[in-house]
C-alpha cells in the first residue's frame, strides 16, 4: 500500500467502531418510517420471512463482498475495485463500479439531507406547541405550507449542510468513528422512550393486529420485491459507504460476522420503530401509511392530540434528523475519498465540496416539490428515490456479486474473511454466486418494467 493512500486513509483502531459506524449508517429513514409500513401492509409474518430471506441470502452477502474489496484495496473506491480486479487478473474496467457506487450514494444522500431538512423544521414547530389539538387538515395544510415555502427549506437544509460537513470535516476518526459512537446509543435510548410512550398511550392491540398478524392474502410478488429492496437499502449496500468503512476497519477482524451484527441490529431497531409509532397513529383512529404521509402527517396529528405529544414530537423528529446525518454522512464518505485521492484535495475542501454538492440537489429536490415544481420538474424526491434505490442499487449489487464471486480467486478474498471458518466462508461465495445474482436480476427487471 503506497502512502499516499494511507496518508488518505487513516482506518480505525477497533472493529467496534467499524460495527458502530455501520451500524449508524444502517439506521436511516427506511428502518424508521417504512419497515414497519410495508411489514403490516404485506401480510406481517409472511413479509418478515420473505425480509429475513432477502437481507441473509443477497443484502449480506453483497455487504460482506463490498467490505472485503474495501479490505483489499485499502483506498477509495475506484482504486480499491481496480487494485482488487488487477490482483485477481481481471479487467481494470471494474473500477468504474467505484465512481457509479459515489453517485448513487450522492443522490441518495440528497434525498436524506431533504427529509432532514423538513425535520429539523418540525423540530422547531412541536417546540411551538404548533400542532397542539390540531386537526388532521391542519397538520396536511401544514406540510403543504412547508413543501411550499422553499425559502424554508433551503434555510433548514443549510443547517443540516453545514453539520454533514462539520462531521466529514473532522475526519475517519474524529468526524465518523465519533459520530457513530455518539449516535448509536443516543438513537437506541430515543427509540425506547417513544416506545414507552407509545405503551403507555398506544392501541397496542391495534398495532399487534397490524404489524404481528399473518395475512398471506396480502402478501404476493410485489411484497417479495419491496422485502428485497428495503434488505438492500437498510444495510447501505452498493453506495461504497461499506467498501470504504472496510478500506477504514483493522486488519483481520471477523468481517463476516460484524455485519451479521448490523444486520440483526437493523432488523431489531425496525421493529422498535414500528411498536413506537404505529401503537400512537393507530390510536388516533388514522390509517397507517409510509414515507412522509407517516412522518410528517400521521406523527404530528397523533402526538401533538396526546399529553406530553409536544415533547414527544421533539424526540421524535431529533431522531429522524439524527438518523438521516448518520446515514447521510455514510453516503457521502466515498465521494469524500475520491476527491482526496484523485484531485488531491485536503479533506477540509473534499468535504465542503461534497456537502455543498448535496445542498445543491437538496435545493433542486426541495423547489420541485412545491405546486409549480423547478424548471417544469415535479416531486424529483420519488424521482429520484426511484432511480437510485430501484434501479442503480441492484444493479450495482448485481455487479459486486459478480466480480467478488466470479471474478476474485479464493485466497484473495481469505485475506479478508480469514477470521471465517472454511464452512461459513464456502457457504458465502456460494450464496453469493448462485444465489445472490438471480434475486438482484429479478429485483432490476422489475425495477425497469415498473
Known amino acids: ?143 403543504s405550507d412547508l413543501i411550499e415555502d422553499t425559502a424554508m427549506q433551503i434555510r433548514w437544509l443549510t443547517v443540516f449542510a453545514a453539520l454533514l460537513g462539520g462531521v466529514l470535516a473532522a475526519g475517519v476518526r474524529r468526524g465518523l468513528g465519533a459520530l457513530a459512537w455518539l449516535l448509536v446509543p443516543l438513537m437506541v435510548t430515543l427509540l425506547a422512550v417513544l416506545v414507552g410512550f407509545a405503551f403507555d398511550n398506544g392501541d397496542l392491540a391495534a398495532a399487534h393486529n397490524f404489524l404481528f398478524n399473518t395475512r398471506l392474502a396480502d402478501f404476493n410478488l410485489e411484497a417479495v420485491l419491496a422485502a428485497l429492496g428495503h434488505a438492500l437499502l437498510s444495510l447501505g449496500t452498493g453506495v461504497g459507504a461499506v467498501l470504504v468503512f472496510g478500506a477504514y476497519a483493522p486488519a483481520q477482524i471477523p468481517l463476516g460476522r460484524s455485519v451479521m451484527a448490523v444486520a440483526l441490529f437493523d432488523t431489531l431497531l425496525a421493529l422498535l420503530a414500528g411498536i413506537a409509532i404505529m401503537p400512537v397513529i393507530l390510536a388516533s383512529n388514522l390509517l397507517p401509511a409510509g414515507g412522509p404521509g407517516l412522518l410528517f402527517i400521521g406523527a404530528p396529528y397523533a402526538y401533538g392530540n396526546l399529553g406530553q405529544g409536544e415533547f414527544i414530537g421533539v424526540l421524535f423528529f431529533a431522531l429522524m434528523a439524527m438518523a438521516c446525518l448518520g446515514a447521510a454522512a455514510a453516503l457521502l464518505e466515498p465521494l469524500v475519498t475520491l476527491l482526496q485521492q484523485y484531485l488531491r484535495l485536503g479533506r477540509v475542501a473534499a468535504a465542503a465540496t461534497a456537502a455543498l454538492l448535496v445542498w445543491g440537489l437538496g435545493w433542486v429536490i426541495a423547489a420541485s416539490m412545491s405546486e409549480y415544481g423547478w424548471n417544469g420538474w415535479q416531486n424529483l424526491l420519488g424521482r429520484i428515490d426511484y432511480l437510485a434505490a430501484g434501479i442503480m442499487l441492484p444493479l450495482i449489487a448485481l455487479l459486486i456479486a459478480v466480480l467478488v464471486g466470479w471474478g476474485l480467486r479464493p485466497e484473495q478474498l481469505r485475506r479478508c474473511l480469514g477470521r471465517e471458518s472454511r464452512a461459513q466462508f464456502s457457504l458465502w461465495r456460494w450464496v453469493l454466486r448462485y444465489i445472490t445474482p438471480p434475486a438482484l436480476v429479478l429485483m432490476l427487471v422489475a425495477g425497469l418494467v415498473q
Request: net charge positive; hydrophobic share 60%; with cysteine.
Open 1 to 143: 500500500m503506497t502512502a499516499a493512500v494511507q496518508a488518505v486513509l487513516p482506518g480505525w483502531q477497533s472493529r467496534t467502531t467499524f460495527v458502530l459506524a455501520l451500524a449508524a449508517a444502517s439506521v436511516g429513514l427506511g428502518t424508521l418510517w417504512r419497515f414497519a409500513w410495508l411489514l403490516g401492509n404485506y401480510g406481517s409474518a409472511a413479509f418478515m420471512l420473505s425480509y429475513v430471506l432477502s437481507l441473509f441470502l443477497v443484502a449480506v452477502p453483497v455487504c460482506c463482498a463490498e467490505a472485503v474489496l474495501g479490505g483489499l484495496g485499502r483506498a477509495a473506491p475506484i482504486r480499491a475495485i481496480r487494485v482488487a480486479a488487477e490482483d485477481a487478473g481481471a479487467s481494470r474496467h471494474w473500477m468504474w463500479l467505484g465512481l457509479l457506487m459515489a453517485l448513487t450514494g450522492v443522490l441518495l444522500a440528497a434525498c436524506q439531507s431533504v427529509v432532514a431538512a423538513w425535520s429539523l423544521a418540525y423540530l422547531n414547530l412541536f417546540r411551538g406547541e404548533v400542532f397542539a389539538a390540531a386537526s388532521v387538515p391542519e397538520v396536511a395544510d401544514r406540510f
